[in-house]
């Protein structure tokens, strides 16, 4: 009887013994599973982490490019500056695309943290730091953007100045051109003499008698610009007319033209001398 009792009770110990041990495997696997959980968790994180920081240490690389160009192009023409200007805005987009991608990505990162209700005071650090670094980056382009923008108005001012100062030179030297002009303008008229003095461009002053002897033929006080003809008095030094020569009004040097008498009846004023012959700008000659 005694022996009975001693089996039975050997035989319950080891079925307590079984399944207390089959507990402890179950739970082993339980942990283990936990713990490959933890660390693929951890895995991810990092590699996430690992690649935002290599995304915007890039933009470092993208912004030294910008920098340069930004340098060119303050020394460049102000009608090359539009397009290096576009070519500018568009990096500069781009960086901020990437870094607008890479902020959401961060975000993303710290739910997933905050979600697990655990502790990661290595991987939140490394998370404070890339917000940090994107806080950093975006600032950096603002201000790169900032001095684009500064920099196409400064064009914009130094082509104004530019326009204006060219355009000042051609009003000076469209009034220099008109000056020039005016002065190398001479006017001169031909005719006979009764046809001259019914126009008033010519006169008969001083002499007796009623000006029958001894008067001077002269320009008409106030004659008509009307009645001549403009001419260039230093690129035509010719005047051809009608019939012969009697007489120029005002009296020129004689030895600043010449008179020659051409085979069809008409007469040639040769100027040889201009600035001696054009001491004034009028010249009548009468023919007969």
């Not at 003095?197 to 008698?209: A, H, R, S």
């Not at 610009?225 to 403009?230: A, L, R």
């Not at 035509?236 to 040097?253: F, L, Y």
Request: include cysteine.
């Amino acid at each position: 009887m005694r022996r009975n009792i001693w089996l039975a009770t050997a035989l319950l110990l080891l079925f307590a013994g079984c399944g207390k041990q089959n507990e402890l495997e179950q739970r082993n696997k339980e942990l283990q599973q936990q713990l490959a959980e933890k660390d693929k968790f951890i895995e991810d994180v990092t590699s996430t982490i690992n690649d935002i920081h290599n995304t915007i240490e890039s933009t470092w690389a993208m912004e030294k490019g910008v920098v340069q160009q930004t340098t060119a192009k303050e020394g460049a023409k102000p009608e090359n500056v539009a397009e290096v200007k576009r070519q500018i805005v568009d990096r500069i987009a781009a960086m901020r695309d990437l870094l607008s991608d890479n902020r959401k990505r961060v975000i993303a990162l710290e739910r997933k943290l905050k979600k697990t209700g655990e502790e990661y005071a290595g991987l939140e650090k490394m998370v404070a730091d890339l917000k940090q670094n994107l806080d950093d980056r975006e600032k950096a382009i603002a201000d790169l953007n900032a001095r684009v923008q500064g920099l196409q108005n400064d064009v914009q001012q130094k082509t104004q100045i530019i326009a204006d100062r060219e355009n000042t030179i051609a009003q000076r030297e469209q009034t220099i051109g008109e000056q020039t002009k005016q002065i190398n303008t001479v006017y001169y008229v031909a005719g006979k003499r009764d046809d001259l003095e019914k126009k008033g461009v010519i006169q008969d002053e001083g002499g007796f008698l009623w000006g029958l002897l001894g008067s001077t033929t002269v320009l008409a006080a106030n004659f008509d610009d009307g009645q001549f003809q403009p001419l260039d008095k230093t690129a035509e030094n010719t005047i051809q007319v009608e019939g012969k020569i009697e007489k120029i009004i005002p009296q020129r040097d004689t030895s600043s033209y010449v008179e020659e008498q051409s085979g069809d009846g008409r007469a040639v004023l040769k100027i040889v001398r201009p600035d001696a012959f054009w001491h004034e700008n009028h010249l009548v000659i009468i023919t007969d």
